[in-house]
């Protein structure tokens, strides 16, 4: 039976992750700093990843086939866990915002982002520049993983919706079109790629179980801007321009995801028009 550790996994699409990979029949641990409890039936480690010691500590001798991480956002984070983890495989749960300094007018393939150079001397503790640098962070630890010696995978998520969404940027759209307020939006939105929270589950499990190494894009077909967002909201959306402070998922850019990588290894997405409708109903009836 293979043995994996998903790191984080707790809540929102990463317990989905975890059940999937215990439905399945896998050995499955969940390791978090314990302020919400695992899915039942997997095992349960408390520590925080931060704390190099404390995670050897509550790991002690223990290995795995398949590391999932998906609370990684740093280079320095990425460099304990190579230290102290012990496992055939790591799959690392990265973003859409590592293509956050490209430019292109056509859907970004895993090959734009080449090996990003690490800094581990930048404040990666200071809570506002880990969310001014985001992107940054996932690229400087996707690079450090993929320096280390053990197979590495690294899945490049899409904008996620639908489900408990704690974001609460769909929420934004459809709390301020069903008043009847505008939404703000640049001049010209461009589209960006989506995935629903579900499917992104279903795509980490999957990945979890194979044994493809690098980067992979995750999306669903049918890329939307800000407005779509705001018509699959309301019939007649109201906008208002802006140049800055815009609405979640108004981009100045175009951002689209190319997943032509993950299909050809086997994994077919669904399109946005499927599940967008369900994922605004969702808002509406919490």
Request: hydrophobic share 40%; charged share 25%.
């Amino acid at each position: 039976m293979k043995k994996v550790l998903v790191l984080g996994g707790s809540r929102y699409f990463g317990r989905g992750v975890v059940e999937r990979l215990r439905d399945a029949g896998l050995d499955v641990t969940v390791l978090n700093r314990g302020s919400t409890p695992a899915p039942s039936g997997v095992a349960h480690l408390i520590a925080d990843r931060d704390d190099e010691a404390g995670l050897a500590a509550a790991l002690g001798s223990r290995s795995f086939d398949v590391v999932l991480d998906q609370v990684c956002y740093t280079p320095v984070q990425a460099a304990i866990a190579r230290r102290v983890l012990r496992t055939a495989r790591y799959v690392m749960t990265s973003t859409i915002e590592v293509y956050d300094q490209i430019r292109t007018d056509v859907p970004m393939t895993e090959s734009l982002v080449a090996a990003s150079p690490v800094d581990f001397g930048l404040p990666w503790h200071d809570t506002d520049f880990l969310e001014a640098h985001y992107g940054d962070g996932k690229r400087q630890a996707e690079a450090v993983f993929a320096d280390g010696d053990v197979p590495f995978a690294s899945v490049r998520v899409a904008h996620v919706l639908g489900g408990g969404d704690f974001t609460g940027r769909l929420r934004h759209y459809v709390e301020r079109l069903d008043a009847g307020d505008a939404v703000d939006v640049h001049a010209e939105p461009r589209p960006t790629t989506f995935i629903h929270q579900r499917e992104i589950a279903d795509f980490l499990a999957w990945t979890t179980t194979e044994d493809f190494t690098g980067p992979v894009n995750a999306g669903s077909h049918g890329a939307l801007s800000a407005m779509d967002i705001a018509r699959a909201v309301a019939l007649e959306p109201r906008f208002r321009i802006v140049e800055r402070d815009a609405s979640p998922y108004s981009f100045d850019r175009y951002a689209v995801l190319d997943t032509s990588r993950a299909t050809g290894l086997g994994f077919s997405f669904s399109t946005t028009t499927d599940w967008l409708g369900e994922a605004v109903e969702e808002i509406r009836k919490a």
